[in-house]
Structure formats: C-alpha cells, structure tokens
T-cell receptor
Framework: DGGITQSPKYLFRKEGQNVTLSCEQNLNHDAMYWYRQDPGQGLRLIYYSQIVNDFQKGDIAEGYSVSREKKESFPLTVTSAQKNPTAFYLC?????????FGQGTRLTVV | GDSVTQMEGPVTLSEEAFLTINCTYTATGYPSLFWYVQYPGEGLQLLLKATKADDKGSNKGFEATYRKETTSFHLEKGSVQVSDSAVYFCALNDQAGTALIFGKGTTLSVSS
C-alpha cells in the first residue's frame, strides 16, 4: 500500500540527547513537511522540502534539523537545543495541493 | 501572511444534531481549501476539499462551500453520529502550492 510511514510511534528522550524521527513515503511526492502538534495549538510547521537536497525552515525550526538526501525520506532530528520537545510530530507529503499524513510520533522527554 | 481561523471548541452535541464548524481564511490569490479530521492518536485524514470559489466539497455526509466573498469554508453535517467524534482542522494551500496552513482544530464530541 502507498503511504507515509513514521517511526517509531512512541519515543522517549533523555535531557540533552538528540533523537531522530523517521519519515518515509512511497507515493513519489516531491514535497514533504514536518509539523509539531501541541494541545490547543493546532499544527505548527517545523521544516518543509519541495525537492531533494533542498529544505526550508518553517515557523518553529529552532532546535530541529532535517535532511532530504532521497525523495522517499525526510528525517527530523530533535536536538538538545529544543527546550520543550515533548509533543506529537506529524510528517506529511503533498500532491496536487492535497496533504497525506503519517500516523505520527509521540515524543516524550524523561 | 496566509492564515486560517476556526471556531474554538470543544463542540458537544447529541447524536443526530446538526453540526456547523466555522472557518475563515486570509490569503492572496486563490487558495485551495480543505477540511481534515484526526482521530485520537492518529495522523490527519482528508475529509473534503474545494479548489475554487463556489465549489462544494462533500464526503461522508459532511459538506463545505468555498465562499470567496466572505472568505469562509464552514463545515456542516445534518445529523452527526458518535463515530464523528474527532478533531477537525480547516486548512488552505496557497495558490503556488508551497504552503500548507492549518487552523488550530476544533474538537467535536458526540454523545448517544
């Protein structure tokens, strides 16, 4: 089945650690996005990529980094510089303006 | 910049009640408009869309009409079910297709 796969579903991070969230798609879509979701705040854009080897900062990029070495993959690294990383993270791709979402990764700092 | 504003929830209804969730937008040009639904612990799923003025998107009994004169895209359903309980997001994609902008989401709770 075509779609977007995020892994892991749950992730626990200790203070000061970097962690990487995986996002893979087999839809052959050029554009991919990372959003952060917090209760009552909707979806906030972290980074997006329109094409391989290129990406742009979104509204809340500080403390995060991404790469886009392959069309299918758009991993997000949450660095130790992100002071409040506990949230639900959603990866998406778009085709003809419609967004397709993964199932999300819930990150918790312990 | 572009933005989406939707009514704050939670919205609490009894089964078979009429639902309206208001959504207005600010954008230049002619964006595409969407409603997405999110069930607990999951990603978002497309519910319906409209790509030009006066288009009506519909799916699973939900409807929304793209009103350019009032910059609105209100979601309606004539008779809600318990299974409709979820968070609903209004969204736009700008004319260039580069930006996805979401509202803050409205939680709907339907009781039997």
């Amino acid at each position: 089945d075509g779609g977007i796969t995020q892994s892991p579903k749950y992730l626990f991070r200790k203070e000061g650690q970097n962690v990487t969230l995986s996002c893979e798609q087999n839809l052959n879509h050029d554009a991919m996005y990372w959003y952060r979701q917090d209760p009552g705040q909707g979806l906030r854009l972290i980074y997006y990529s329109q094409i391989v080897n290129d990406f742009q900062k979104g509204d809340i990029a500080e403390g995060y980094s991404v790469s886009r070495e392959k069309k299918e993959s758009f991993p997000l690294t949450v660095t130790s510089a992100q002071k409040n990383p506990t949230a639900f993270y959603l990866c998406a791709s778009t085709w003809e303006r419609r967004a397709f979402f993964g199932q999300g990764t819930r990150l918790t700092v312990v | 910049g572009d933005s989406v504003t939707q009514m704050e929830g939670p919205v609490t209804l009894s089964e078979e009640a009429f639902l309206t969730i208001n959504c207005t937008y600010t954008a230049t040009g002619y964006p595409s408009l969407f409603w997405y639904v999110q069930y607990p612990g999951e990603g978002l799923q497309l519910l319906l869309k409209a790509t030009k003025a006066d288009d009506k998107g519909s799916n699973k009994g939900f409807e929304a009409t793209y009103r350019k004169e009032t910059t609105s895209f209100h979601l309606e359903k004539g008779s809600v079910q318990v299974s409709d309980s979820a968070v609903y997001f209004c969204a736009l994609n700008d004319q260039a297709g580069t930006a996805l902008i979401f509202g803050k989401g409205t939680t709907l709770s339907v009781s039997s």
